[in-house]
């Protein structure tokens, strides 16, 4: 349900961008963002710091956006966000007991042994590093209307490309970690 809720400002953008344009799509983002933190607050009385971050990165350069009546600053937000972001997931390889894909990912795999959870996070740097890079390339390689069905289509794909690899990774490695146990059970 919150990944759906999360999704709401994106499809808000895309869906203002199409009736519109750049403007009013910024304005609609920027709105829709500060409808769901302050949803999120009533109803769960705390607010994930990702969607507060992005909630201001979409205010401030949103604004700056609408100022300066210039795209690029709005264009700009997603690739900080995504940077950020994989800043956060390499951070937290160094700080804490857990890295951030084993404490999402954590209760899945109890029990299972002990999984490369720097790998399995590094992915997702890498992942969101690159999606912020790519970001940057189709802003200022192609036209406006293509970037906005980037951001939205080619976004999208990109995370579920990359939850699919984290996936069958794990698959992975669930099936070669569990293989000599239960080879050694199989010949008991």
Request: hydrophobic share 60%.
């Amino acid at each position: 349900m919150q990944a759906l809720l999360d999704l709401i400002p994106l499809i808000v953008f895309f869906v203002a961008y199409k009736f519109g344009g750049i403007y009013a799509a910024t304005m609609a983002l920027i709105a829709a963002m500060a409808v769901l933190i302050a949803y999120q607050w009533f109803r769960h009385r705390t607010v994930s710091k990702l969607m507060v971050f992005s909630g201001l990165a979409a205010a401030v350069l949103g604004g700056i956006t609408l100022a300066l009546h210039d795209p690029i600053f709005i264009q700009w937000k997603a690739t900080i966000v995504y940077w950020v972001t994989a800043a956060a997931f390499l951070g937290s390889q160094f700080v804490g007991g857990k890295n951030l894909t084993e404490r999402m990912l954590g209760a899945a795999l109890e029990g299972e042994g002990s999984p490369p959870w720097s790998l399995f996070n590094l992915l997702w740097v890498a992942s969101f590093a690159a999606l912020g890079a790519v970001n940057l390339y189709v802003a200022y390689h192609f036209d406006e209307a293509t970037w906005v069905d980037f951001k939205v289509m080619g976004g999208i794909a990109w995370m579920v490309a990359t939850i699919l690899l984290q996936l069958g990774w794990i698959w992975l490695w669930l099936k070669t970690s569990t293989r000599p146990a239960n080879d050694a059970r199989e010949r008991s």
